[in-house]
């Protein structure tokens, strides 16, 4: 289990296959395993590297709230470590949040961006969300009672109640339910943290990339699903709107854990995206262009 020391916190990653780098970064209280259902496929053609954030798995969990811009800052660290001077960059919801800011405070690092199930900054909808989400989940645990163990898996299953519907929509059954305990297993491998969670919860609540995204330069796709339960369409066409010549793709019917949901749609639409891009400059020597719009291959092979 490698560890790579950055700014004084241990962070967890893996790396496989060969090729161009490409870095993954998960979503808030997932660790590296959310991303399985697309390693087959990423590491036929490139070399993927994925770590835990901070605060979840293997990781250190500091106190304190972090940021979008921290964590961002942990990838790029990431990246020296591994001696990488450039990767395609795929990010998923916080992990989006941090993608799109190591992409504009270091657009020289990444090749190529994949913003999925994110959004340029934090509003009410989601400040709500994930408060509630976290109200509920203390709230089990309180009514639990007894020991920390029995505390701890009341709020787990409460986690599970709660996130089932909000990462597969109407998909949820016994198949998601298995995925996403695994998930939280290996999320708390180390042990149930509140303190990664909090701080986590903090850079999403935190999160505003808004002044920043106009010096993005890598080519870049905003992908997002129309039963996304945290992010509405409008953020997904405000995100593309301030990249410029950002390409937006929705996905019919996806919901906000499409990478889990719906795996060959979300590999086909990213390694599509990725071989494109390596054919193009960036965005500094590019004409400047709307963003697309919902590609229909995308929906059709989301109703499929």
């Not at 780098?21 to 697309?38: I, S």
């Not at 009410?124 to 029995?150: K, P, Q």
């Not at 039963?227 to 410029?244: Q, Y």
């Not at 019919?252 to 795996?263: I, Q």
Request: aromatic share 6%; with cysteine; hydrophobic share 40%.
């Amino acid at each position: 289990m490698p560890h790579a020391r950055i700014d004084g916190v241990w962070l967890h990653y893996r790396v496989e296959g060969e090729g161009e780098p490409l870095l993954l970064l998960m979503g808030f209280g997932a660790p590296l395993q959310g991303w399985d259902p697309q390693i087959a496929a990423f590491v036929r053609r490139y070399r993927v590297i994925r770590l835990d954030n901070r605060g979840v798995g293997r990781s250190d969990r500091p106190l304190g709230a972090y940021t979008a811009a921290r964590l961002a800052e942990d990838a790029r660290g990431l990246l020296d470590h591994l001696g990488i001077e450039r990767a395609h960059v795929v990010g998923k919801s916080m992990g989006g949040m941090a993608a799109m800011e190591l992409a504009a405070r270091h657009p020289g690092r990444v090749r190529s961006l994949v913003l999925a199930a994110t959004t340029p900054a934090s509003d009410a909808r989601l400040r709500w969300t994930m408060t509630s989400i976290t109200a509920r989940v203390g709230a089990a645990m309180l009514r639990a009672g007894g020991s920390l163990e029995e505390r701890v898996h009341a709020g787990r299953e409460e986690f599970i109640r709660i996130w089932l519907p909000l990462l597969f929509s109407r998909r949820g059954g016994a198949r998601e339910d298995a995925m996403l305990r695994h998930l939280i297993d290996a999320a708390f491998a180390e042990g149930f943290s509140l303190s990664g969670l909090a701080g986590q919860l903090g850079a999403c609540f935190s999160h505003d990339a808004r002044p920043r995204l106009h010096r993005i330069e890598a080519p870049t796709l905003v992908l997002g699903g129309t039963d996304d339960a945290l992010f509405s369409r409008g953020c997904f066409e405000s995100l593309a709107r301030r990249i410029g010549g950002a390409r937006l793709e929705l996905v019919d019917g996806g919901p906000h854990g499409l990478n889990l949901a719906l795996p060959e749609v979300f590999n086909e639409i990213v390694l599509d995206f990725l071989r494109r891009s390596a054919q193009r400059p960036t965005k500094s020597s590019m004409p400047s262009r709307a963003p697309s719009t919902t590609s229909p291959g995308a929906s059709r092979a989301a109703r499929s």
